[in-house]
């Protein structure tokens, strides 16, 4: 005759070998949400430092042409009024086009403005003459750069 188990199983529990598929759900929504909140943070940082460098970049453009203008005489100066790069037309201090494919989605603009300042009264040939240089550079990842600077004539 066979002899009685003599391992008793509590009441209510069967002999389970897994998890339920509603225990696998939970466990894998709580993964899924876990890894995205660790990699959030690092998704963000690479974002901001890609603006950061672009807007680095950006500035150094700027006073870049901003010298180049100043190393010119006056003249010279007043007629880079309108003058736009962008891209692959991009020069550097020496007017030579960059060949840096990183450049390609900067652009540039020059502004310059002669301003005659007279005080009330004044003749105009004693009015004070400066030249107003502004240079834009604008990239799409990064806030437009603007600098400015007043020059007196030679």
Sequence with gaps: MRG???H????GVRGRGGFTLTEAL??????AASVTALVYPFSLAAS???TNAAAVTSAALAEQMIERLLAMNYSAALAMDGTSESGDQLTDVDNQPFNDASLADFARTVSAQE????LPGEETEDAAVFCRLTVTVTHPRAPDVVLTRLVAPD
Excluded: E, F
């Excluded at 301003?115 to 007279?118: C, F, K, S, T, Y």
């Design 48 to 50: 901001q430092q890609r």
């Design 115 to 118: 301003i005659v300042i007279a």
């Design 26 to 31: 939970i466990a894998s929504t709580i993964l």
């Design 4 to 6: 009685k188990d003599n």
């Design 8 to 11: 008793s199983v509590p009441p």
